[in-house]
Structures are given as structure tokens and as C-alpha cells.
């Protein structure tokens, strides 16, 4: 997946709107985190720690928990991965922040 596919599926969930920088994009509800690029090739993703821990058993080579995300309700997503497992952690967060 590129950054602009990361674009573009996260713009289309009603509501949620690229801001941060063109370097370091991310995208919001409400002003809460869906998503944020942090390089060409790693997004980071908001997740209940629940839905982080199913995540990085179901898809390891696409998820991870670095010790910076330990603590906080966020997963890492490596964009080689699974697309379809990355577009459905967008939109749960996605869900997750429209609550």
C-alpha cells in the first residue's frame, strides 16, 4: 500500500480529513487520530488495546507494538503488508473516534 492509497481510503470514510504535514499526513475525525504517517513505509494506527492485540496475532508481518506505542491505544502497520488487514484497522479506528 502507498501513502497515496492511505490517502485516499482514509478521505473516503464520511467525516475524516487529512491534515498534519505533507511530509508526516495524518487523518482525523473530530480532531481525534484515525491514522499517521510516519514514514513512506510505516503508518501508525489508533486501536483499542484489544483490537492492537488481535491485530498483530492475525497479521504479524503487517502489525507491531514498538515499545513507543506500548503504553498508548495505537498500533504500528508496516505499508508492505496486508492491504485489505490495513484498510480494515483505518476504518476501525475510523469507527473507533466517531464514538
Avoid at 513507543?68 to 503488508?81: I, N
Avoid at 492491504?83 to 476501525?92: E, G, K, L, N, T
Amino acid at each position: 500500500m502507498t501513502p497515496e492509497e492511505v490517502d485516499e481510503f482514509a478521505r473516503s470514510l464520511a467525516g475524516c480529513k487529512r491534515k498534519g504535514t505533507a511530509a508526516r499526513p495524518a487523518w482525523y475525525v473530530d480532531d481525534r487520530l484515525v491514522a499517521r504517517l510516519v514514514d513512506p513505509g510505516e503508518l501508525v494506527v489508533r486501536t483499542s488495546f484489544a483490537g492492537r492485540e488481535r491485530l498483530v496475532a492475525d497479521h504479524p508481518e503487517t502489525f507491531g507494538v514498538p515499545p513507543r506505542y506500548e503504553r498508548h491505544m495505537k498500533v504500528q502497520a508496516l505499508l508492505s503488508g496486508d492491504v485489505a488487514a490495513i484498510c480494515d484497522a483505518i476504518r476501525a479506528a475510523w469507527e473507533l473516534q466517531r464514538r
